[in-house]
């Protein structure tokens, strides 16, 4: 039996956690626009801030879907889900608004600290979600499978990269300045970081 929560508990944000992968789903106000649903991984790169607060790092190498639609006026609609692979069943999901902090958003340095051991050249925001509604599904039909490693081509292939090569390659990308049904995503040309005022990280 599923259960609402009044906020993310010790035991909710062990659990959160504990899961290597997570999920994103956003959709704009047009009813006719895309829905996004989009895995998210690496290690480290998900926080639980507070009780009602979450936040994860947002890396390019993909369009920028979530970041339109958590910018687009009106909405921030964004949903979190974890599956449990292993152990006890449980689906997971945090409903809630969404915020994106850009690289030049004088609150980036606070919040780029909570990311401080997988931070790198292809971090182009942070998305801060401000919990709604936390509940619990059963997940008796999630299937067992088994955590294996994490994949390191994604950190390797950006490290490779310097910031200003990031830059060009976001520039150039289709869907990442504007989703696909035209909303602004993420800021072109690539912002300088807040925590870099000379623009060299």
């Not at 992968?21 to 998210?40: I, R």
């Not at 690496?42 to 970041?67: I, K, N, P, Q």
């Not at 490290?159 to 909303?183: M, N, P, Q, T, W």
């Amino acid at each position: 039996m599923g259960k609402v929560y009044e906020h993310i508990d010790d035991r909710l944000r062990a659990f959160i956690e504990a899961q290597p992968v997570f999920f994103t789903a956003t959709a704009p106000l047009d009813g006719d626009g895309h829905v996004n649903l989009s895995p998210k991984g690496r290690s480290g790169t998900l926080v639980v801030v507070d009780a009602m607060t979450l936040a994860y790092l947002d890396f390019g190498g993909s369009g920028a879907e979530t970041l339109a639609h958590v910018r687009e006026e009106g909405n921030g609609r964004i949903t979190l889900m974890w599956c449990a692979f292993s152990g006890p069943p449980k689906v997971l999901r945090v409903h809630g608004k969404g915020e994106a902090v850009f690289r030049d958003d004088p609150r980036w340095a606070e919040w780029i600290g909570h990311f401080a051991e997988v931070d790198g050249p292809a971090a182009r925001a942070i998305v801060v979600v401000r919990a709604v509604r936390v509940s619990d599904a059963c997940g008796f039909a999630v299937p067992y499978l088994d955590y294996r490693e994490e994949r390191t081509q994604h950190a390797e292939h950006f490290g490779r990269k310097s910031d200003a090569e990031f830059a060009a390659y976001c520039a150039k990308k289709d869907h990442v300045g504007v989703s696909l049904d035209g909303l602004p995503a993420l800021p072109l040309p690539l912002p300088a970081r807040a925590d870099d005022p000379l623009g060299t990280a």
